[in-house]
Nanobody, 124 residues
Framework: QVQLVESGGGSVQAGGSLRLSCAASVNVVSRYCVAWFRQAPGKEREQVALIDRLGNTGYADSVKGRFTISKDNAENTLYLQMNSLKFEDTAMYYC??????????????????WGQGTQVTVSS
């Protein structure tokens, strides 16, 4: 059973930083495409960043240059370092895994495992 547990959210002033963590069950981050999503109230869910089993990464335009996704295969943990936070980054952040895509990230990934989310609030 795949489990994903996010942590590290909180409240921060604009311009500040946070690092989110996603503790995964065995071998998830080393084998699958894993990603961070976010959803703000009244808005659609947005994919923020992804990383495949080889460590190749991708980012939404809205966070490029400010957010960094990384993982620790030995610790089965996914990270999202968020710098230069803006008010519009306020959202619930979720980690997700695609166990069906062979470990590669592509446009059509189906993320079949999700964490419960961690709230990020940025005050302006």
């Amino acid at each position: 059973q795949v489990q994903l547990v996010e942590s590290g959210g909180g409240s921060v002033q604009a311009g500040g930083s946070l690092r989110l963590s996603c503790a995964a069950s065995v071998n998830v981050v080393s084998r699958y495409c894993v990603a961070w999503f976010r959803q703000a109230p009244g808005k659609e869910r947005e994919q923020v960043a992804l990383i495949d089993r080889l460590g190749n990464t991708g980012y939404a335009d809205s966070v490029k240059g400010r957010f960094t996704i990384s993982k620790d295969n030995a610790e089965n943990t996914l990270y999202l370092q968020m710098n230069s936070l803006k008010f519009e980054d306020t959202a619930m952040y979720y980690c997700a895994a695609d166990s069906l895509g062979g470990g590669y990230c592509y446009t059509g990934n189906t993320y079949n495992y999700w964490g419960q989310g961690t709230q990020v609030t940025v005050s302006s």
